[in-house]
Nanobody, 124 residues
Framework: QVQLVESGGGLVQPGGSLRLSCVAS????????MGWFRQAPEKEREFVAA????????YYTDSVKGRFTISRDSAKNTVYLQMNSLKPEDTAVYYC?????????????????WGQGTQVIVSS
């Protein structure tokens, strides 16, 4: 069983930055691919970014490429999402997810564990 706890959300002005963190319990963190998803009100949960178990492979949805960066620190059992040049359309609850394989996927159903989410609001 893996427990995920996100933090770092908040209110930020357009063009600003936030860094989300997700701390995972357990001693096998490096065996899990990790992903970030988001869900805006009345919308389906959508893929944002993912990173392989080794950290060598990353994927991003087109709308965040060049603005968001996913990374992981295995020593701290933590995955990060650095979000720059934020836009109002980035407003959503952001969820961290873990997948019991080294290989990433962009599909929510491919992840075994989910955090509780952290709210990001981009507004002036």
């Amino acid at each position: 069983q893996v427990q995920l706890v996100e933090s770092g959300g908040g209110l930020v002005q357009p063009g600003g930055s936030l860094r989300l963190s997700c701390v995972a319990s357990g001693r096998t963190f490096s065996r899990y691919a990790m992903g970030w998803f988001r869900q805006a009100p009345e919308k389906e949960r959508e893929f944002v970014a993912a990173i392989s178990g080794t950290g060598g492979t990353t994927y991003y949805t087109d709308s965040v490429k060049g603005r968001f960066t996913i990374s992981r620190d295995s020593a701290k059992n933590t995955v990060y999402l650095q979000m720059n040049s934020l836009k109002p359309e980035d407003t959503a609850v952001y969820y961290c997810a873990a997948r019991q394989t080294l290989v990433v996927t962009t599909t929510p159903s491919g992840y075994n564990y989910w955090g509780q989410g952290t709210q990001v609001i981009v507004s002036s």
